[in-house]
């Protein structure tokens, strides 16, 4: 099943990069608000094919004069008139309702499509030619201090920690800034933060030109392979599942992209940093387009 998922989102990521490849070539922050303002678009614009606007538009000068007869009544004391209007407007409401369905529904595959593109390119920097990549194998607690793993010498790369590794206890994650200080703290408060397991961890470093290494972890008699990419606007996927028995996963450790440098992610709510920006933006772009092009 996992297989299955994973293939269908290569396929849209890799199939989304002739529409959307260009935007990689764009500065970091400039991509998340790209991304954003162009999901803001296809929500806003799609009402315009979906919905009955005359109507909608009519809906929203009787909402603008039923305000305005709100707070009439109120100044006049007349609460008969006021509990009327009130009655009025949720009526509109409720009635405006019936056009929401149609627009999210025409919006939600080009969004989808948008948004796992996203995640498969603008959630992690790229490692870059001559930086030092790390590795991690994590196992469970039972094989730590009495297991070895080791990769394979790839050309091209050197282990600065060496091709051998012991399995060690995990260690909690760097904190780099007030936003990760919040995380953690919030983390803390909550009891969200997970048990630490095991590790294996290494510090590959690039020395040729290549962009493209396929290493091969050996870990109790099984061979884990995963891609690499080094000088790339792209990266590989940064957590494989294993097979969660002698295996938890791999994972090559990049840097979250956080917008500004600052916004990350929210632990809380397993939203990554990309995606709290893209909601930052997004969401108040759909009322400025709406307002700018006078869209219900």
Known sequence: MWDFFGTVNDLIVEGMDYVLGWILYLPRDVRLFVVAIMTSAILT??????????????????????????????????????????????????????????????????VVLLATWSFGRLAFEPPQAGEAVTVRLHVPRTAIGNQYAYIVPEPGLTAETGWVRRAESDTPAEVHGAWDAANAWINDRLELTPPLEGKAEWQLKPVGDRQRYVLKIRYRGKTIERELLVGSRKYATAFEMGDGQDVLGTELAMKPVKLFGVVGGIDCLLLPGWLVAYLLIAIPFVTIIKHLFRIY
């Open 45 to 110: 614009f799609v009402r315009l094919l979906t919905t009955d606007q005359e109507w909608l538009r009519r809906a929203a000068a009787d909402q603008k004069r039923l305000k305005q007869l709100i707070r009439q009544a109120r100044a006049d004391g007349d609460k008969a008139a006021r509990k009327r209007f009130k009655q009025t407007r949720t009526l509109i409401k409720v009635k405006s309702l019936r056009f929401e369905g149609k627009p999210l529904l025409a919006a939600l595959i080009p």
